[in-house]
């Protein structure tokens, strides 16, 4: 295996792992303000508890996201030293603006919301909530406008030629607001929300089950399916303007999500299938027409397929890219059927005495997380061969002085630590949740 591709397989690997705590801080960060707004108001002190609780959980999510953060970001001098060198000038602004503002306001907050218990007034202490709240969304803002930088550059100019060319901001904020930012962001965001309620439901329907915490959890349960509800709808929408913008701006990578190889053809609609690229054929069931449909509202609208572009120039695992796209989508419209349904029967006031719903909803905490990373696959597999589209090839990207052995030593050091991690995060998780709320 050569260095390049050990070199992907080691950054998509330390990203996904990092990549599971920042969902679930900005997901129970917007519970905790919930929580704690309806303390202010009621003065229930059921939800001071709740708050109490969910806060020592967030602050498991918030340590490891960090730490694992700050790893990931060493790649890209060791590895990845070519696209360093690219995108640096580009890189630094936001990157700069997240660790001055939003990561700088996350931190302070926190310090406030973990140890002011009973040491400043509520409603001071709700602001801190709102304050780490609003500090962890800005920090996804920042790191998600320079990943889609890399998918649709604007606001830029390269200078130099060869391994001395570099991109070079010229508008600011046309760089932060590219052509597919705002539409991502929104995208993240309401995956993070679903994270964080999937959790909040999981952990309160296992204590319904058990008869433990029952109270406790008969408030908490219908706030985490509510925000999971409006959500699980709310992504429905983004993730078609989502997709539209792809169709602009990345034919490449939106014929690979359908594995639509024919030029200027109409594009069907898999719901789900098998790519044979070699054939350039995908088996299985579909909407004759679906993309087109999708993407202009008509059946016969022509979509550019991958043959219209060089073999060299578009994803080479289109497969890949298909699978992750479709089984994404697949969880998306099952957390609409689940939570829909969750909400009829709570509705009907069913909702505590149905088990098999509540240990679905137990099982269910790991379904957002999982589409999360296939939403991320997708969208960087889809982007190959290019690591700035476009611009810069992946394999172009690397650092030139940096060999397979070494990176294979790196990654086999970092995945054992990771290891380490992941089951001190599953332990410190087990033992706040099998200990539970304490009523104050």
Not at 148 to 172: C, K, L, M, N
Not at 177 to 198: E, T
Not at 228 to 238: K, P
Not at 389 to 399: E, K, P
């Amino acid at each position: 295996m050569d260095a390049e591709i050990l070199a992907r397989i080691q950054f998509a690997v330390t990203v996904g792992f990092h990549y599971i705590f920042p969902p679930l801080s900005i997901g129970i960060g917007l519970v905790m303000v919930i929580l704690e707004g309806l303390f202010l108001k009621t003065k229930n002190k059921e939800y001071e508890t709740l708050v109490r609780f969910w806060t020592r959980i967030f602050a498991i999510t918030f340590a490891l996201g960090v730490s694992t953060g700050i790893v990931m970001e060493f790649q890209f001098g060791t590895n990845w030293s070519a696209y360093s060198r690219f995108v640096g000038d580009v890189f630094g602004s936001p990157l700069a603006a997240e660790g001055m503002f939003a990561f700088a306001i996350e931190s302070t907050f926190l310090g406030i919301l973990l140890f002011g218990w009973n040491r400043i007034k509520p409603w001071l202490h709700f602001v801190s909530t709102i304050g780490v709240f609003l500090g962890s969304m800005f920090s996804a803002v920042w790191i998600v406008v320079a990943n889609s930088w890399q998918q649709t550059p604007a606001g830029y100019h390269v200078i130099g030629e060869g391994i001395s060319a570099r991109a070079e901001i010229t508008d600011f904020w046309a760089m932060v607001f590219n052509p597919s930012s705002v539409d991502r962001i929104i995208h993240v965001w309401i995956g993070c929300f679903l994270a964080g309620a999937f959790m909040v439901m999981s952990v309160h329907a296992y204590y319904l089950l058990k008869g433990r915490h029952v109270s406790l959890s008969k408030k908490a349960l219908p706030i985490g399916l509510i925000i999971a509800t409006v959500f699980s709808l709310s992504q429905l929408v983004s993730g078609h303007s989502s997709a539209n913008i792809v169709a602009e701006h990345q034919p490449a990578k939106l014929a690979a999500f359908e594995g639509h190889y024919d030029t200027l053809a109409p594009a069907d609609l898999y719901l789900l299938g098998w790519v044979n690229d070699e054939k350039q054929k995908v088996s299985g069931m579909k909407i004759p027409g679906g993309l087109s449909f999708l993407i202009d509202y008509d059946f016969t609208t022509p979509v550019t397929g991958l043959n219209a572009f060089e073999k060299e120039d578009r994803p080479s695992q289109v497969n890949a890219v298909f699978q992750s796209y479709h089984l994404m989508v697949t969880l998306g419209l099952f957390f609409i059927g689940i939570t829909l349904y969750g909400m009829f029967l709570w509705w009907k006031k069913k909702l505590f005495d149905t088990r098999w719903i509540l240990w679905i909803f137990v099982f269910s905490v790991i379904l957002p997380q999982l589409a999360n990373q296939l939403g991320w696959i997708a969208a960087e597999m889809g982007r190959q061969p290019w690591v700035v589209y476009g611009l810069l090839r992946t394999a172009d990207a690397i650092s030139p002085s940096v060999n397979e052995h070494q990176i294979l030593f790196s990654f086999i050091m970092f995945t054992f630590i990771y290891s380490i991690l992941f089951f001190l995060f599953i332990y410190l998780l087990h033992k706040k949740i099998k200990k539970g709320p304490e009523l104050q």
